[in-house]
């Protein structure tokens, strides 16, 4: 996943052991967390909205597109 650089430190405090940084770019930072199911990396990541980019793998991509539907069906704008 990718997370502007500034926000690498919030993350690791969130994910601990389980967020290991992957390279930096355009102060961007490239992060692998681990989980023991993608709905559970879903979960944690949802409340960050646009500040994370998942890359892969399209696992969670589509545990955050249902949770997402999930949301916008109960909270209709």
Excluded: K, N
Aim: net charge neutral; charged share 25%; hydrophobic share 45%.
């Amino acid at each position: 996943m990718l997370i502007d650089a500034r926000f690498l430190p919030v993350l690791r405090t969130q994910f601990g052991r389980h967020c290991d940084l992957d390279g930096q770019h355009d102060g961007r930072a490239r992060v692998r967390l681990t989980a023991p199911t993608a709905l559970a990396i879903a979960q944690q990541l949802a409340g960050w909205g646009r500040m994370v980019q998942v890359v892969e793998p399209e696992s969670v991509h589509a545990e955050l597109a249902r949770i997402g539907a999930e949301l916008s069906e109960r909270y209709p704008s």
